[in-house]
């Protein structure tokens, strides 16, 4: 064996944490954060990338803004939207406005797969 490929929601870490900090967390300052960054070219790609999906202006800032929030109402795995939602994410770990965790069992292990040598992976739908 020479790697270990495993998942982070409820594998490593709790997958209430996701539902119940992060999701919340992006839905709460993604219009904030996308007004502040919208000039920035990772931000701007993203809304390039709404705007191309759904017809609309990429100058609709607002708009755009409307539709990425139906977009978590609706649970959509939209790539633009996951993307800036792990932009949003880690201005939030960065900032300290909330910590992670890794279950204790699980971080024993990763140590000592890493102690083996063996490569460790992580194959997971999210961004952060």
Known sequence: MRAIVTDI???TSSISF?????????A?????????HA????VRE????????????????????????G??????????LKTLQGMIWK???TEGDYHGHVYPD??????????RGLALYVYSSGSV
């Open 9 to 11: 929601e409820g594998t």
């Open 91 to 93: 201005k939030g770990y």
């Open 28 to 36: 709460k300052h993604l219009p904030d954060f996308v007004r502040q």
């Open 46 to 69: 993203q809304l390039q990338a709404v705007a191309d999906e759904t017809g609309q202006s990429p100058e609709d800032v607002e708009g755009l803004i409307e539709t990425l929030l």
């Open 106 to 115: 699980a971080e024993r292990m990763l140590r000592t797969w890493h102690a």
């Open 71 to 80: 977009w978590i109402r609706e649970d959509r795995k939209a790539t633009p």
């Open 18 to 26: 996701v539902h119940e900090v992060l999701f919340p967390y992006a």
């Open 39 to 42: 000039r920035d070219e990772a």
